[in-house]
């Protein structure tokens, strides 16, 4: 996952006052979605049920009630608001496989792999592993708020001997596998270097960079996508597919000490063997799997997890190479599958005995490759993105097979999402190139069928014949051409809600029922957020922060505006120019353009206070900290140019 804005912004919009509303509107499952889940509950393999003694092999201790204290009132972490999936039998409200991964996602505490390895898993929506070292813990991705981590490791306290914390490896550049890294070690330990912090190569570029620029639009899409403006419970949020949810927690960073990024290294910690395999460009930009030949087990981080993963996540970010995903697979497998007795990842439940290791990596290999395959198959014999999504299914071997199902990604989604990355957004019909924009299309299609009222009454009667998607994408019709007209809002968030009880993706169905809950409720007024923090920032390059500047920039308010502005960074001895003309803002480095409107000299920590908001750059000039040559008002000239994103925006209405 993913993830600095969306993070915050999940965490930030599950902090609004918004979620015990939906409890009392959410209704409950029509015959049609009775009817679905029990059809599509014959299709699915129970007999196999191996899964849920994986989950709970080697338990040895959960956190009481499951409940980790935060910063204010709301608890960082609390599985017991799921207690409602104790029930075996899933309601009418929730597809029953979502149900099973949803029970065997609240599985929680901590638990032992092999002699030397622990795991804290239901704790955050990711893993923390612990590997017990000579004299200290290898700590394998510290959860994503210090919290959670924290919690984590007292908990492995109580009930393991208390070795140091010596070394922290992070499999990839997802929050959720760094953010807590600070509950568990601190900055000072590794200054001192008492602990060593490894990480695959690229890391720190991509921690942070991944969600900059369009990190604002990915935070609010992400509260459909992990539903966490939703209260748990068998109307609202069952699952994530991936874990239950994004704990709610401090976010941090502590820079790596070490990068790993030889195809495959080995090295011994504490003397631990771990052999690294690199991944990159998988899951995520910079990952990596591991291989402990010492205690034969594998990690597979999370390019190998009980679900199939998204190609494309709904929150919106660049379409990931399936075809690399799952060649990083079989390369695993051909290299520690067959050494391998457990195979564990950063996400779920352990995997144990070398056949089904292997057998579940040969299945999550030909997952990838076969959505790939088949979408492209079909896109070069002409199939458009919605024909492709309709006609593809798994195989029979795959669909009898848990964890190639669609709880995270799914097969629909990620079948786009392969369109998307070789033809993009454009299904070559000119029909479809240049149409009028969504409200004024929604007010003709209104208009030409007769007129809200007339579209509503038939609407009802599909309604009734459980013909739900068609209902939501028509009452989407009537709802843009009208947001006021509050019947059609009515009977959209309905049929919304319908498709999400029977979406076996968590993540479908956290867009369903959001986007019924905002039907309802209008546009949740969230929190503004500051989503960069001290950590994050520091690891934000400058060169990034500029381009995140001029995707602020108001092109109206710039025009006919020429500004050059000059920039000596003395601490990390980078300079800059800045350009603002023809509405367009650029920057060149290593340079200084002699005729400048203006020249600043300062330190980046001194710009970080001031983009954190602490102290504004007129206080830093009256306080000596920046040095201006030329005009200083150039600078606030350009600061009035920039946008402030919205913290929430209308997704199933129009923007006004
Ligand atoms: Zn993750």
New binding site residues.
């Given amino acids: 996952?993913?993830r600095l804005h969306l993070i915050a912004g999940a965490v930030a919009a599950a902090c609004a006052l918004h979620v015990a509303h939906a409890q009392t509107t959410a209704k409950g499952a029509e015959p049609a979605t009775v009817q679905a889940n029990q059809a599509f509950s014959k299709t699915l393999p129970w007999s196999d049920e191996r899964a849920f003694d994986d989950a709970r092999r080697g338990f040895i201790a959960a956190v009481p009630g499951g409940k980790i204290e935060g910063k204010g009132q709301v608890p960082a972490w609390n599985m017991g608001a799921y207690a409602f999936l104790e029930k075996d039998q899933a309601p009418d409200t929730v597809n029953p496989s979502l149900w099973r991964q949803g029970r065997l996602n609240a599985i929680n505490g901590l638990f032992k792999v092999s002699d030397g390895i622990y795991q804290l898993r239901g704790m955050d929506?990711?893993n923390m592993t612990v590997i017990e070292g000579k004299t200290g813990l290898i700590i394998i991705?510290p959860l994503l708020t210090a919290e959670t981590a924290r919690a984590g490791l007292e908990l492995y306290y109580q009930n393991r001997p208390r070795k140091p914390v010596k070394t922290v490896i992070y499999t990839?550049s997802?929050a959720?596998?760094f953010g807590g890294v600070k509950g568990v070690i601190s900055e000072e330990d590794v200054k001192a270097g008492r602990v060593k912090v490894y990480a695959p190569e690229g890391f720190m570029d991509h921690a942070v960079a991944e969600n900059v620029i369009a990190g604002n639009a990915m935070s609010r899409r992400a509260t459909y996508q992990f539903g966490s403006l939703l209260p748990p419970g068998e109307r609202g949020g069952v699952d994530a597919g991936?874990?239950k949810n994004l704990a709610r927690g401090t976010l941090t960073l502590i820079a790596p000490t070490n990068y790993v990024n030889e195809k495959t290294r080995k090295l011994t910690l504490d003397g631990v063997d771990i052999e690294f395999m690199m991944a990159p460009g998988s899951?995520a930009p910079s990952e990596m799997m591991m291989y402990f030949p010492q205690h034969k087990v594998f990690d597979a981080a999370?390019v190998v997890t009980h679900n199939m993963h998204n190609l494309y996540t709904l929150r919106g970010a660049e379409v990931r190479d399936a075809v690399a995903w799952s060649r990083y697979i079989d390369a695993a497998r051909l290299k520690f599958g067959d050494r391998a007795e457990v195979m564990i990842a950063?996400?779920h439940w352990p995997t144990w005995g070398t056949d089904r290791v292997d057998e579940m990596m040969r299945k999550q290999r030909d997952l990838y490759k076969f959505t790939h395959d088949q979408a492209v198959r079909l896109l070069n014999e002409g199939y458009k993105p919605d024909q492709i999504a309709e006609t593809l299914k798994l195989p029979e071997s795959q669909q009898a097979t848990w964890s190639s199902h669609g709880y995270y990604g799914t097969l629909r989604h990620n079948a786009r999402a392969i369109y998307q990355k070789y033809l993009g957004w454009y299904d070559a019909n000119p029909a479809h190139l240049d149409p009028l924009p969504e409200v004024q299309e929604a007010k003709k299609q209104v208009e030409y069928m007769g007129g809200a009222d007339a579209v509503i009454e038939r609407a009802r009667k599909d309604y009734a014949a459980g013909q739900y998607r068609w209902v939501a994408s028509v009452m989407n019709q009537v709802v843009f051409a009208d947001p006021s007209n509050k019947a059609a809002r009515e009977l959209g968030a309905d049929a919304m809600e319908q498709l999400g009880y029977q979406s076996e993706a968590g993540t479908w169905r956290s867009a369903y029922l959001t986007g019924a809950q905002e039907l309802r409720s209008g546009v949740p007024k969230l929190p503004s957020l500051n989503t960069l923090n001290d950590d994050t920032l520091r690891a934000l390059s400058t060169g990034l922060f500029l381009d995140y500047l001029g995707v602020r920039l108001n092109a109206d308010k710039a025009a006919g505006k020429h500004l050059v502005l000059n920039w000596d960074f003395t601490d990390t001895r980078e300079k800059f120019v800045l350009n603002l003309e023809n509405s367009a803002l650029t920057y060149s480095e290593g340079r200084a353009d002699p005729k400048a409107d203006a020249s600043f000299t300062l330190t980046r920590a001194t710009l970080n206070e001031v983009i954190l908001g602490k102290t504004t750059f007129p206080e830093v000039i009256k306080a000596g900290k920046a040095k201006v040559q030329g005009d200083p008002r150039k600078l606030g000239e350009l600061m009035g140019m920039l946008d402030t994103f919205p913290a929430s925006f209308p997704i199933v209405e129009p923007l006004q």
């Fill in positions: 996952m993913n929506l990711s991705d990839h997802h959720d596998h991936l874990g899951e999370e950063q996400h």
